[in-house]
C-alpha cells in the first residue's frame, strides 16, 4: 500500500523550492492524514520536526537540504515512494529536562542534549549528582552536557565526549573546557540514570540550560532522564542507517 505524505521545510530558499517541487510530483494530505513525514533541510530543521510532530505517531524521513546532514538522507528528487518502501526505521527516545530557577520551572525534551553553558566571563561551578549522589562536588567549567547515542555526534562530539552506537543503552556526561577537575573528561551513564545539576554560586556566576533548540536562563538547578515514554521514528535509506553512520563516524580522517 503506498503511503501517504505530507512534506515540510525549513525557511531557506533552496529547502522551500525542494518542497514546492515535491508537492507538484507527490500529493500532500496534511499533517492529520499523513502516513510519513518528509522532511526537507538540515539537521537543525529535523530536530524541529521532530519536536513539532511529538506524540503524533508518525516517522520522519528528512532529506538533506543543509550543511552536514547526519540525521538526513541525500535530497534526490526521483524515486522518493522506492526510498519510503525499502527504508529502515530507527526508535529514538528523548531526554527529559526539567530546569529549576528563582522563578519557577520548565521541562522540555531533547532528541539531541541537554547541555549549561556559563552566561557571563566568569566559569560556572557546577554539583553533579548521579541517581541522588553526589559525584563531583565541584565542577569549576564552561559548562557540561548529557548526550543521547543520536547526538553524540554533535555537541558532544565537538567537546571531545565519546560517540555512542544508536542502540547503546548509555548516556554520556560530557564536560565543556573543565578547569577543575581538570583530569576528569566525562562519564558514561547508564541509560536509566538521574542526572542531577546543582549551580554553585548561581547569583555570581549564572548558568542556562538548553534542550535542544529550548533555553532556560538563569538556572540553579537541572534534572535530565531519557524518558521511554516518549519514541519517534526516524526513516533512512536501506544501507544508510543511522547506526551505520555513527559506526562510520569513528573512522573518518
Sequence with gaps: MTPSLHFVAAAVPDAQAALATMRRVHKDVGADAADIVVALGGDGFMLQTLHAFVGKGKPIYGMNLGSVGFLMNEYREGDLMERLAAAEPEGLHPLRMRAQTNKGSSEALAFNDVHLFRQTRQAAKIRILIDGKP?????????????????????NLSAHGPILPIDAALLALTPISAFRPRRWHGALLPRRAMVRFEILESAKRPVSAVADDFEVRDVVAVDVAEDRNVTMTMLFDHGHSLDERILAEQFVD
Excluded: F, K, Q, W
Design 135 to 155: 559525584r563531583i562536588n565541584e565542577l569549576i567549567c564552561d559548562g557540561v552536557l548529557v548526550s543521547t547515542p543520536a547526538g553524540s555526534t554533535a555537541y
